[in-house]
Protein backbone atom coordinates (compact mmCIF):
# COMPACT_ATOMS: atom_id res chain seq x y z
CA UNK A 1 0.00 0.00 0.00
CA UNK A 2 2.65 2.59 1.04
CA UNK A 3 4.75 1.93 -2.19
CA UNK A 4 1.83 2.04 -4.81
CA UNK A 5 0.04 4.72 -2.64
CA UNK A 6 -3.23 2.42 -3.76
CA UNK A 7 -5.67 -0.85 -1.77
CA UNK A 8 -5.85 -2.02 -5.78
CA UNK A 9 -6.43 -5.87 -5.02
CA UNK A 10 -5.91 -5.65 -1.66
CA UNK A 11 -8.96 -6.74 0.83
CA UNK A 12 -10.08 -4.71 3.80
CA UNK A 13 -11.81 -7.75 5.48
CA UNK A 14 -9.15 -9.74 6.60
CA UNK A 15 -7.36 -6.85 8.55
CA UNK A 16 -10.61 -6.49 10.59
CA UNK A 17 -10.63 -10.10 10.89
CA UNK A 18 -7.35 -10.79 11.81
CA UNK A 19 -7.38 -7.77 14.27
CA UNK A 20 -10.86 -9.41 16.19
CA UNK A 21 -8.90 -12.23 16.59
CA UNK A 22 -5.94 -10.30 18.27
CA UNK A 23 -8.40 -8.81 20.65
CA UNK A 24 -10.20 -11.32 21.40
CA UNK A 25 -6.73 -13.43 22.23
CA UNK A 26 -5.41 -9.86 23.63
CA UNK A 27 -8.43 -10.74 26.36
CA UNK A 28 -7.67 -13.94 26.92
CA UNK A 29 -4.61 -13.55 27.57
CA UNK A 30 -5.59 -10.67 30.22
CA UNK A 31 -7.56 -12.79 31.57
CA UNK A 32 -5.20 -15.67 32.35
CA UNK A 33 -2.32 -13.62 32.92
CA UNK A 34 -0.40 -14.82 30.28
CA UNK A 35 2.30 -11.95 29.32
CA UNK A 36 3.03 -14.28 26.59
CA UNK A 37 -0.22 -14.20 25.13
CA UNK A 38 -0.72 -10.40 26.25
CA UNK A 39 2.48 -9.25 24.34
CA UNK A 40 2.35 -10.95 20.97
CA UNK A 41 -1.32 -9.80 20.97
CA UNK A 42 -1.07 -6.18 21.93
CA UNK A 43 1.75 -5.93 19.25
CA UNK A 44 -0.60 -8.01 16.89
CA UNK A 45 -3.42 -5.44 17.56
CA UNK A 46 -1.44 -2.28 17.16
CA UNK A 47 -0.02 -3.84 13.85
CA UNK A 48 -3.64 -4.30 12.42
CA UNK A 49 -4.66 -0.85 13.37
CA UNK A 50 -1.96 0.54 11.44
CA UNK A 51 -2.83 -1.48 8.82
CA UNK A 52 -6.41 -0.54 8.94
CA UNK A 53 -5.40 2.75 9.03
CA UNK A 54 -2.58 2.62 6.26
CA UNK A 55 -6.05 1.09 4.04
CA UNK A 56 -8.66 4.02 4.94
CA UNK A 57 -5.90 6.60 4.54
CA UNK A 58 -5.30 5.20 -0.04
CA UNK A 59 -8.85 3.72 -0.33
CA UNK A 60 -10.92 5.56 -2.59
CA UNK A 61 -14.02 5.38 -1.24
CA UNK A 62 -13.62 5.15 2.77
CA UNK A 63 -17.60 4.80 3.54
CA UNK A 64 -17.33 0.39 3.30
CA UNK A 65 -14.49 0.16 5.25
CA UNK A 66 -15.44 2.81 8.15
CA UNK A 67 -18.89 1.14 8.08
CA UNK A 68 -17.52 -2.40 8.32
CA UNK A 69 -14.98 -0.58 11.27
CA UNK A 70 -17.45 0.57 13.45
CA UNK A 71 -19.54 -2.76 13.18
CA UNK A 72 -16.32 -4.44 14.28
CA UNK A 73 -16.39 -2.27 17.26
CA UNK A 74 -19.67 -2.56 17.79
CA UNK A 75 -19.56 -6.55 18.09
CA UNK A 76 -16.56 -6.09 20.23
CA UNK A 77 -18.20 -3.88 22.28
CA UNK A 78 -20.94 -6.55 22.58
CA UNK A 79 -18.49 -9.01 23.65
CA UNK A 80 -16.75 -6.78 26.12
CA UNK A 81 -20.32 -6.95 27.49
CA UNK A 82 -21.07 -10.47 27.43
CA UNK A 83 -17.68 -11.86 28.87
CA UNK A 84 -17.88 -8.89 31.43
CA UNK A 85 -21.18 -8.13 32.64
CA UNK A 86 -22.87 -11.12 32.03
CA UNK A 87 -20.65 -14.27 33.42
CA UNK A 88 -19.42 -13.39 36.67
CA UNK A 89 -17.46 -16.61 37.50
CA UNK A 90 -13.96 -16.12 36.16
CA UNK A 91 -13.14 -19.47 35.15
CA UNK A 92 -16.46 -19.90 32.25
CA UNK A 93 -15.58 -16.54 31.31
CA UNK A 94 -12.15 -17.51 30.77
CA UNK A 95 -13.87 -21.25 28.82
CA UNK A 96 -16.38 -19.25 26.56
CA UNK A 97 -13.56 -17.01 25.56
CA UNK A 98 -11.01 -19.29 25.04
CA UNK A 99 -14.18 -21.60 22.77
CA UNK A 100 -14.70 -18.65 21.26
CA UNK A 101 -11.05 -17.62 20.30
CA UNK A 102 -10.38 -20.76 19.05
CA UNK A 103 -13.52 -21.14 16.86
CA UNK A 104 -12.63 -17.52 15.84
CA UNK A 105 -8.84 -18.88 14.96
CA UNK A 106 -10.13 -22.28 13.18
CA UNK A 107 -12.26 -19.98 10.83
CA UNK A 108 -9.37 -17.88 9.71
CA UNK A 109 -6.91 -20.73 9.01
CA UNK A 110 -9.55 -22.41 7.11
CA UNK A 111 -10.73 -19.05 5.00
CA UNK A 112 -7.78 -19.53 2.31
CA UNK A 113 -8.89 -22.93 1.26
CA UNK A 114 -12.82 -21.03 -0.02
CA UNK A 115 -10.81 -20.99 -3.38
CA UNK A 116 -9.91 -24.67 -3.38
CA UNK A 117 -11.92 -25.09 -6.31
CA UNK A 118 -10.89 -22.53 -7.94
CA UNK A 119 -7.44 -23.24 -7.44
CA UNK A 120 -8.04 -27.37 -8.95
CA UNK A 121 -9.92 -25.76 -11.93
CA UNK A 122 -7.75 -22.93 -13.13
CA UNK A 123 -4.22 -25.12 -11.64
CA UNK A 124 -3.23 -21.65 -10.69
CA UNK A 125 -1.72 -20.63 -7.23
CA UNK A 126 -1.79 -16.91 -8.22
CA UNK A 127 -4.43 -16.25 -5.53
CA UNK A 128 -2.25 -18.00 -2.53
CA UNK A 129 0.27 -16.33 -1.09
CA UNK A 130 3.52 -18.41 -0.50
CA UNK A 131 5.26 -15.97 2.03
CA UNK A 132 1.68 -16.23 4.00
CA UNK A 133 1.65 -19.71 4.13
CA UNK A 134 5.24 -19.89 5.11
CA UNK A 135 4.35 -17.84 8.21
CA UNK A 136 1.09 -19.31 9.17
CA UNK A 137 2.53 -22.72 9.28
CA UNK A 138 5.21 -21.61 11.27
CA UNK A 139 3.02 -19.43 13.73
CA UNK A 140 0.61 -22.12 13.68
CA UNK A 141 3.14 -24.79 15.00
CA UNK A 142 4.65 -22.42 17.24
CA UNK A 143 1.11 -21.74 19.20
CA UNK A 144 0.20 -25.89 18.80
CA UNK A 145 3.54 -26.51 21.05
CA UNK A 146 3.02 -23.70 23.24
CA UNK A 147 -0.48 -24.66 23.90
CA UNK A 148 1.30 -28.28 24.29
CA UNK A 149 3.98 -26.54 27.02
CA UNK A 150 1.18 -25.12 28.93
CA UNK A 151 -1.50 -27.89 28.46
CA UNK A 152 -3.89 -25.13 27.31
CA UNK A 153 -6.29 -26.66 24.64
CA UNK A 154 -7.96 -23.76 23.63
CA UNK A 155 -4.39 -22.78 21.94
CA UNK A 156 -3.32 -25.88 20.95
CA UNK A 157 -6.33 -27.34 18.84
CA UNK A 158 -7.14 -24.11 17.00
CA UNK A 159 -3.53 -24.16 15.13
CA UNK A 160 -3.58 -27.81 14.46
CA UNK A 161 -5.53 -26.56 11.33
CA UNK A 162 -3.03 -23.67 10.87
CA UNK A 163 -0.17 -26.34 10.31
CA UNK A 164 -3.22 -28.82 8.26
CA UNK A 165 -4.47 -25.89 5.72
CA UNK A 166 -0.65 -24.42 5.47
CA UNK A 167 0.56 -28.35 4.32
CA UNK A 168 -2.48 -28.45 2.24
CA UNK A 169 -1.25 -24.90 0.24
CA UNK A 170 1.93 -26.26 0.34
CA UNK A 171 1.14 -29.24 -1.87
CA UNK A 172 -1.12 -26.71 -3.81
CA UNK A 173 2.07 -24.61 -4.76
CA UNK A 174 4.23 -28.20 -5.78
CA UNK A 175 1.19 -29.17 -7.30
CA UNK A 176 0.79 -26.07 -9.31
CA UNK A 177 4.28 -24.18 -9.38
CA UNK A 178 3.33 -20.34 -9.30
CA UNK A 179 5.50 -20.11 -12.68
CA UNK A 180 3.44 -22.21 -14.92
CA UNK A 181 0.45 -20.19 -14.95
CA UNK A 182 1.93 -17.41 -16.34
CA UNK A 183 -0.31 -15.74 -19.60
CA UNK A 184 2.67 -15.36 -22.05
CA UNK A 185 5.39 -16.70 -23.80
CA UNK A 186 9.06 -15.34 -23.06
CA UNK A 187 10.46 -13.48 -25.40
CA UNK A 188 13.91 -15.28 -26.85
CA UNK A 189 16.83 -12.28 -27.06
Not at 76 to 93: C, E, K, M, S, W
Not at 95 to 113: Q, W
Not at 133 to 148: D, E, M, N, Q, V
Request: a positive charge; glycine letters at 4%.
Amino acid sequence: MLATKSVENIQFLPFLTTHVNNLSWLGYGCLKQDWTLITVNTIGAALQTLYILAYLYYSPVKRPMLLQSLLLLAVLAAGYGYFTLLIADARTRLARLGLFCSVFTISMYLSPLADLAKIVKSKSTRCLSFPLTITTFLASTSWTLYGLQFHDPYITVPNVPGIVTSIVRFWLFWRYPPGQDKPYRPLHA
